[in-house]
T-cell receptor, first 116, second 112 residues
Framework: GENVEQHPSTLSVQEGDSAVIKCTYSDSASNYFPWYKQELGKRPQLIIDIRSNVGEKKDQRIAVTLNKTAKHFSLHITETQPEDSAVYFCAASTRDYGGSQGNLIFGKGTKLSVKP | DTGVSQNPRHKITKRGQNVTFRCDPISEHNRLYWYRQTLGQGPEFLTYFQNEAQLEKSRLLSDRFSAERPKGSFSTLEIQRTEQGDSAMYLC??????????FGPGTRLTVL
């Protein structure tokens, strides 16, 4: 089955710097890759997603890149702010866009700390 | 509030007791998912419904766990004979067919 590895597990940056989180996946059939932000004690919130027919997607300070050949995808946050501090999860899904048979496989998360 | 809702938000129970959680998805969403999250880990898939049909179950879903979505709207997750290892956050998510999944606030279960 699918396996998603996420690195680093913790990341500390200064406010204004960029942050990059990387994930690799094992199943070449995976075709949907969302990123979720989870603040302490709150629900995971979808922040951006990418489908396998595109290589990059950007939404303001957040961008995601996908390399299907290497089976890895990355989250890039520019001009980080203290409110970006949270745990970020990558995930992968096969077959259907957005769900396959419903099975989103998550990475273990990256705790991002943005220091003022 | 038009988001995914879950009840109760917190549940403390003694080992061996049964518990039931409820999830109300976003109204027009036909897919509903249950995940479990333990501290420091990403959500783990448990099961998934499309309308009232349960289409997939993870091997994490032992025979003590059962989920239903009788009318294709809300869903319940029941855990029988709870064990301390069942302590976790139980998350529900919904989506419209193959679109993005949106999570509920979760039910935090503590088994004493």
């Amino acid at each position: 089955g699918e396996n998603v590895e996420q690195h680093p597990s913790t990341l500390s940056v200064q406010e204004g710097d960029s942050a990059v989180i990387k994930c690799t996946y094992s199943d070449s059939a995976s075709n949907y890759f969302p990123w979720y932000k989870q603040e302490l004690g709150k629900r995971p919130q979808l922040i951006i997603d990418i489908r396998s027919n595109v290589g990059e997607k950007k939404d303001q300070r957040i961008a995601v890149t996908l390399n299907k050949t290497a089976k890895h995808f990355s989250l890039h946050i520019t001009e980080t702010q203290p409110e970006d501090s949270a745990v970020y999860f990558c995930a992968a899904s096969t077959r259907d866009y957005g769900g396959s048979q419903g099975n989103l496989i998550f990475g273990k998360g990256t705790k991002l700390s943005v220091k003022p | 509030d038009t988001g995914v809702s879950q009840n109760p938000r917190h549940k403390i129970t003694k080992r061996g007791q049964n518990v039931t959680f409820r999830c109300d998805p976003i109204s027009e969403h036909n897919r509903l998912y249950w995940y479990r999250q333990t501290l420091g880990q990403g959500p783990e898939f448990l099961t998934y419904f499309q309308n009232e049909a349960q289409l997939e179950k993870s091997r994490l879903l032992s025979d003590r766990f059962s989920a239903e979505r009788p009318k294709g709207s809300f869903s319940t997750l029941e855990i029988q004979r709870t064990e301390q290892g069942d302590s976790a956050m139980y998350l529900c998510a919904s989506s419209l067919q193959a679109t993005s999944k949106f999570f509920g606030p979760g039910t935090r279960l503590t088994v004493l």
